[in-house]
């Protein structure tokens, strides 16, 4: 454990709320025949590997995809199980009520035009009404869903944004994703005065030009570092949002992006890799923009590197490690899931298979189903491994309907689960499959 975290964990536990918290939440796994306190002090340890954890007002956050601790929203998170007894081996084996997250696209409609857009060719459909996404907040919340990400298209161009974070209580923390345009420091207090608890704003690299081509914007740099400011400056945990192709992962990039984000004292950069989804969906025609097993291991090693010794920058978040064996695997359909404008069940944003409308059946029900079918946390992104396949049906409209979903989906269950998982239930060995 690096210095910075060693006295991160020392000042939550010199914290009440968060001694409370951690008390309730022992007590109920206590009750479990199979709780181990060596094994959860090694998942413990497992899950802030790599972290750089980041004091924000009077809450610690571990990792951006977890509900900050103390809240109830990670009280949630520890207690989402399909039954009420031996809640311990649940969590432990994955099996949860409901998905970590939810991520909700609010609509379609975007003031940008972005080269690797992941929603282009999928069919539109109706959006839900603000009523009809508050009831389905409502649902995801009673199932116990500690996370939900709002996005798009581009989510501040809903009216009733502000309404919709509202209808979320304690029960979850909320982030928008936004590409900036349009994210004053007065809309960006309206949305933290509605609950909301994080933004994660778009800024792929410290070259302006680039930036505003790649996102077909002559302004979206500027809009992009001023959101980023505003965001600050309204209270809000921010982080910056990289999009990073195979040729982009140097360090003298990302150097200079987190110079920039130490600059404007962003609480956190995050970095994305390209997947074969949207504008991105044949791999063939992109294959050198996608990350190889060289490059996403640099993009690792960079992650360890920044969050245990450049302590003066932002914390440095990457799906390549957050994603990988060492750590939690794709939660496609297991710890993440979607929901479209149109109130389509998908395991991730970037995997057009339905599984259900959320307006057609109760959205507690068909999460199940589907988490049935997709089984344990998979090795490496499951949109990537499995868009290739999706090539065959290119005739068809996108999501693909949830029989051929389901057929998919089981031709690829995963055999054993990925390092935090196995440290949880006693296991020492990596996955393989």
Request: aromatic share 10%.
């Amino acid at each position: 454990m690096n210095l910075n975290n060693l006295f991160m964990v020392v000042r939550m536990f010199l914290n009440k709320d968060f001694r409370i918290l951690i008390f309730k939440i022992q007590k109920i796994y206590r009750q479990d025949p199979n709780f181990s306190s060596i094994n959860t002090l090694r998942y413990m340890l497992t899950m802030i590997k790599g972290e750089k954890i980041v004091k924000f007002g009077d809450k610690y956050v571990l990792t951006s995809f977890l509900p900050p601790i103390p809240s109830e929203a990670f009280y949630q998170l520890a207690l989402a199980t399909p039954d009420d007894q031996d809640i311990y081996t649940q969590q432990m084996h994955a099996t949860r009520s409901a998905p970590l997250s939810f991520f909700l696209a609010l609509t379609n409609k975007c003031n940008y035009n972005c080269k690797h857009c992941s929603a282009k060719g999928r069919h539109a459909g109706n959006e839900l009404t603000t009523k009809q996404w508050k009831e389905v907040i409502e649902g995801i919340q009673n199932i116990g869903t500690a996370v939900i990400g709002l996005t798009g298209g581009e989510p501040l161009l809903k009216d009733d944004l502000e309404e919709i974070i509202s209808s979320i209580d304690e029960r979850s923390s909320s982030i928008l994703y936004t590409n900036g345009k349009g994210f004053t420091y007065e809309r960006a207090k309206s949305l933290k005065d509605a609950g909301l608890f994080a933004v994660g704003i778009s800024l792929d690299t410290h070259i302006k030009e680039k930036f505003n081509e790649f996102r077909n914007n002559k302004d979206a740099f500027d809009n992009s570092i001023e959101a980023l400011k505003n965001a600050r400056d309204a209270g809000l945990y921010t982080m910056l949002q990289a999009y990073f192709t195979k040729d982009d992962v140097t360090k003298e990039n990302l150097k200079q992006l987190l110079m920039i984000g130490k600059e404007l004292k962003v609480h956190e950069m995050r970095i994305l890799e390209p997947i074969t989804s949207g504008r991105l969906f044949d791999p063939k025609k992109h294959e050198a923009v996608i990350f190889d097993k060289i490059t996403r291991q640099k993009m690792i090693d960079f992650q360890l590197k920044y969050n245990n010794r450049r302590l003066t920058y932002p914390k440095l978040t990457t799906f390549a490690y957050f994603e990988s064996d060492e750590k939690f695997g794709c939660g496609a359909g297991t710890q993440h899931s979607y929901i479209t404008p149109s109130g389509e069940l998908l395991p991730c944003d970037f995997i057009p298979l339905s599984f259900g409308n959320v307006l057609k059946e109760d959205v507690g029900k068909l999460w199940l189903e589907m988490n049935k079918i997709i089984g344990k946390p998979k090795s490496g992104c499951f949109a990537n491994k499995i868009n290739k396949e999706l090539q065959l049906y290119n005739n068809r409209v996108f999501p693909l309907e949830r029989s051929i979903s389901e057929n998919i989906c089981k031709k690829h269950q995963a055999t054993t689960f990925p390092k935090f998982f196995s440290v949880w239930q006693g296991k020492r060995g990596r996955r393989n499959d």
